[in-house]
């Protein structure tokens, strides 16, 4: 069983950046692929990107794609967002998932969620 706790959401300015964090609870952590997604204001939660068990393969969506970057610590248990250039469709709600399938954008493949962090981007 693994607990997924997001961080580092916020208010930020058009073109600004954050970093969120999804710290993960128990020894397994490092046994899984981790995920990014967003759901924004009336939308469907979509796919952001996601990281390989050591972290040495990424995979990313189109539209965040040279902006974001997932990153990750096993010995921290924690993986990372960093977002830069943020813009004002990037205000959602971001969750942190793992899961045991590599790589995957399908919600259904990820076992286990974070209750998510709010990013809000003005223009």
């Known amino acids: 069983q693994v607990q997924l706790v997001e961080s580092g959401g916020g208010l930020v300015q058009a073109g600004g950046s954050l970093r969120l964090s999804c710290a993960a609870s128990?020894?397994?952590?490092?046994?899984?692929?981790m995920g990014w997604f967003r759901q924004g204001p009336g939308k469907e939660r979509d796919f952001l990107a996601t990281i390989s068990w050591s972290g040495a393969s990424t995979y990313y969506a189109d539209s965040v794609k040279g902006r974001f970057t997932i990153s990750r610590d096993n010995a921290k248990n924690t993986v990372y967002l960093q977002m830069n250039s943020l813009k004002p469709e990037d205000t959602a709600v971001y969750y942190c998932?793992?899961?045991?399938?590599?790589?995957?954008?399908?919600?259904?493949?990820?076992?286990?969620w974070g209750q998510g962090t709010q990013v809000t981007a003005s223009s």
């Open positions: 998932a793992g899961g045991s399938s590599w790589p995957s954008r399908v919600q259904n493949d990820y076992d286990y």
């Open positions: 128990g020894r397994t952590f490092s046994s899984y692929a």
